[in-house]
């Protein structure tokens, strides 16, 4: 019986041990496991973001810097999101004035200001104040929404893998090949562009915000606006009269507004001269629904491309 004791006894001590080290191996493998070590890289516009995403695809941790449905003329970070951007191991800007808040801000990382990089529109005479409205300019006459020409957005596109590829040098390849592939996707979408406005019975489109003369430089056509190129500007009753004598002067049959202005006075005058409203996008960023849908920059371009191409009457 004693002996049978003991047995059972060194059974049981065995068990316990055998648990412990069970327990310490499995510990051991736990802390080996390999951590998320992804870097966390900042964009400041959604143009600049759906390159990064398209690029750096699920190698790196992408912060949208506005929130999607703020608009960029407007935005100011929370400290909260200040203390991210400060973390964050690059950080890409579009620059030219867009982005007031990061004036004095210093910067932890590595930063791009890519209006350094691309071909900005300088400002002719009477685009600061259109119609006689008192606006100020974003940047010294420059336009700001360059991300509208196809070349910048190429231009952007090879600036961000150059970063991509300093950060995180192990993924170079990959980094190359998303980038060719995202460049001919440009370059289709520019060539669709091309083709679709070779024939068009109008030449001009009437927007609330000039947002859009970089866009039209390169394919051919006009913008009359209401409130140049400040979107919060107040347009005056008599801009207001000769936008809707223009338009029916013209025959216009569709007048624009963006998602993040005020379609009020858009509204009246499409009234006044009997045309319809649409919205056109400018991609400076995009509206929560439109982020919910996951549209891309080349998805916004298409849906902008067939709008336009309606109000212009091209075949």
């Keep these: 019986m004693r002996n049978f004791r003991y047995i059972i006894f060194v059974l049981i001590l065995v068990a316990i041990v055998a648990q412990i080290l069970f327990m310490k191996e499995d510990a051991s493998k ?3 496991a390999p951590i998320n070590t992804k870097l966390m890289i900042s964009l400041s516009t959604f143009s600049l973001y759906d390159i990064a995403k398209h690029i750096g695809g699920d190698t790196v941790e992408l912060v949208m810097i506005m929130p999607f449905g703020v608009d960029a003329h407007s935005f100011e ?3 909260k999101l200040m203390t991210k951007i400060h973390d964050s191991s690059l950080v890409i800007y579009s620059g030219a004035g867009l982005e007031p808040w ?8 590595l930063t791009v200001d890519m209006s350094q990089h691309v071909k900005l529109r300088k400002l002719g005479i009477g685009e600061h104040h259109e119609h006689g409205d008192e606006e100020p300019s974003h940047n010294n006459g420059t336009d700001p929404h360059y991300w509208l020409d196809i070349d910048n957005m190429i231009s952007a596109a090879n600036v961000i893998t150059g970063e991509l590829i300093k950060i995180l040098p192990s993924n170079e390849e990959l980094y190359v090949k998303s980038r060719d592939s995202y460049i001919e996707m440009l370059k289709k979408l520019d060539s669709d562009y091309k083709n679709e406005f070779l024939t068009c019975k109008s030449d001009t489109i009437i927007v609330n915000h000039n947002a859009f003369s970089y866009l039209a430089d390169r394919y051919g056509f006009h913008i009359e606006s209401l409130s140049g190129l400040s979107p919060e500007a107040e347009p005056s009753a008599k801009s207001m009269a000769n936008l809707i004598e223009h338009i029916k002067e013209h025959n ?12 009020r006075a858009i509204k009246s005058i499409a009234e006044e001269a009997n045309a319809s409203v649409d919205v056109l996008q400018p991609i400076g960023n995009i509206t929560a629904d439109e982020a919910k849908q996951n549209l891309s920059f080349e998805d916004i371009m298409r849906l902008n491309l067939t709008k336009i191409s309606k109000a ?4």
């Design 102 to 109: 990061i004036k004095g801000f210093d910067f932890k990382n």
């Design 30 to 32: 736990n802390s080996e």
């Design 312 to 315: 212009l009457d091209c075949k």
């Design 252 to 263: 216009v049959s569709t007048i624009f507004f963006e998602s993040f202005a005020s379609d």
């Design 77 to 79: 970070p929370t400290p």
